[in-house]
C-alpha cells in the first residue's frame, strides 16, 4: 500500500516494439515495481507521436527507461518531460537518442554498455581461439573427405601458442578481450592512439601503430567506435601488410573495415575473416560473403540476446535503485567522451 508520500520517482519505459518482452522478466517487473511509482504495463514505442497515456507518463515522468528503438529525445519532447531528470539505457550505445538537448538540460545518463561488452568480448574470444587452430577449415575439410587425412602435415602452421593477436581499439569490448586473452600464450599488440605506453603495459599488451599491428598479427581484431576518423581504417593498403592466412574478425561496425578491399583479399584465399557486422549490416543476397570457405559470417549475434539481455536489465535496474535513493550513477555517460567512444 503506497500513501500520498510516495516519493519513488516515476519511471517511462520507451523503446521498440517486442523489446522490453525480451529485457524483462517477471522478477524485473516485480523489482521495477518496487523501485518505481510506474505502471510497468505502459511502453512509449514513439514518443513523438505519444498516446494520451503515454503523454500523461512522460509528463510526470522523473527517468525515462530507454532500450534499442527509443526515440531521439529533442529539445521538442523533453518540453513535454518538464519533471525528466535522467535516462537508464539498457543497452550499448546512447548515440542514437540521446541529442544536445539532453546534456543542455542537465539530464544525467546511464547505459549498460559495459554489460553488453561482455558477451561481445566472449563470441570474439571464441573467434580468435577456434581461428589459431583453424577449425572452420578444418571442419569443411573433414566434411568433404570423410576419412582420416593427413590433417597433422595441413595445420603444421596452426595452434594458439605464442600468436601474435593485434587489437585494434582499447574500448569497452577492446579491453575486455584482453583481459580474457590473458590466461592464454598469446602475444597481444594493442593499436589505440588514445592508451599511452604505460596504460598499455599495465593491461599487458604491446603498443603499435596500425600498420606494424597488420604486419606482425596472425589475428587481426576490430573493436573501435564507428566515427568519421575510423570508416575504412583497414583499408586495401593495410589489409595487404598482414601476412597470408591472417583471420580478420569484426564485431564492431562494418564501416571501420572497406569491404571491397576485404573481399578481394578474401575471395582470394589470402585473407581468412569472421564477421558479425557487414557493410551494409546485411550483404546483398548475391555477396560471396555468405558462401566462402573461409569466411564465418554471422548475422550480428555477438552482442547481448536471449537471456544476456537480462544482464542489461540487471545492471540498469541497478542504476535506477541508485538514482532512487539519491545516489549518483556507477557508470555515467559523458557527453564529452562520446566523441570518441561509441
Known amino acids: 500500500m503506497h500513501h500520498a508520500t510516495d516519493n519513488r520517482p516515476a519511471v517511462l519505459l520507451a523503446m521498440g516494439p517486442g523489446i522490453a518482452e525480451r529485457l524483462f522478466a517477471d522478477r524485473h517487473r516485480d523489482r521495477l515495481a518496487t523501485l518505481a511509482r510506474t505502471d510497468p504495463r505502459l511502453i512509449a514505442h514513439d514518443?513523438?507521436?505519444?498516446?494520451?497515456a503515454?503523454?500523461?507518463a512522460l509528463a510526470e515522468a522523473d527517468v525515462l527507461f530507454t532500450c534499442w528503438g527509443a526515440t531521439p529525445l529533442t529539445a521538442e519532447i523533453l518540453d513535454r518531460a518538464p519533471r525528466l531528470r535522467a535516462v537508464v539505457h539498457a543497452a550499448g550505445s546512447v548515440k542514437h537518442h540521446i541529442t544536445d538537448a539532453c546534456w543542455e538540460r542537465g539530464i544525467a545518463v546511464t547505459s549498460a554498455a559495459a554489460a553488453n561488452a561482455l558477451p561481445v568480448a566472449e563470441y570474439t574470444l571464441a573467434a580468435i581461439l577456434f581461428a589459431g587452430k583453424h577449425v572452420l577449415r578444418s571442419a569443411q575439410r573433414y566434411e568433404k573427405l570423410r576419412t582420416?587425412?593427413?590433417?597433422?602435415?595441413e595445420l603444421a602452421g596452426a595452434g594458439n601458442y605464442r600468436r601474435t593477436v593485434g587489437?585494434?581499439?582499447a574500448s569497452r569490448i577492446g579491453r575486455r578481450v584482453i583481459e580474457l586473452l590473458r590466461p592464454f600464450d598469446v602475444d597481444v599488440l594493442l593499436y589505440d592512439p588514445y592508451v599511452s605506453a604505460a596504460e598499455a603495459a599495465g593491461l599487458g599488451v604491446v603498443p603499435a601503430e596500425l600498420d606494424e599491428l597488420c604486419g606482425r598479427s596472425g589475428i587481426v581484431t576490430v573493436h573501435a567506435p564507428q566515427l568519421p576518423a575510423t570508416r575504412h581504417m583497414l583499408d586495401a593498403r593495410r589489409l595487404a601488410l598482414m601476412p597470408d592466412g591472417t583471420t580478420v574478425i569484426n564485431t564492431a561496425r562494418g564501416s571501420l573495415i572497406d569491404e571491397t578491399a576485404l573481399l578481394a583479399e578474401l575471395v582470394s584465399g589470402r585473407l581468412h575473416a569472421v564477421?558479425?557486422?557487414t557493410d551494409p549490416e546485411v550483404p546483398p543476397a548475391d555477396s560471396p560473403l555468405y558462401t566462402l570457405p573461409n569466411v564465418l559470417l554471422t548475422p550480428h549475434i555477438a552482442g547481448s540476446l536471449g537471456n544476456e539481455l537480462h544482464r542489461l536489465t540487471d545492471l540498469s535496474l541497478d542504476e535506477l535503485e541508485r538514482f532512487a535513493a539519491g545516489l549518483p550513477f556507477a557508470d555515467p555517460v559523458h557527453s564529452?567522451?562520446?566523441n570518441h567512444s561509441a
Not at 47 to 52: M, R
Request: charged share 20%.
Open 47 to 52: 514518443l513523438a507521436a505519444a498516446t494520451p
Open 336 to 338: 564529452a567522451a562520446l
Open 167 to 169: 587489437i585494434v581499439g
Open 275 to 277: 564477421l558479425d557486422v
Open 148 to 153: 582420416d587425412y593427413d590433417w597433422r602435415r
Open 54 to 56: 503515454v503523454a500523461a
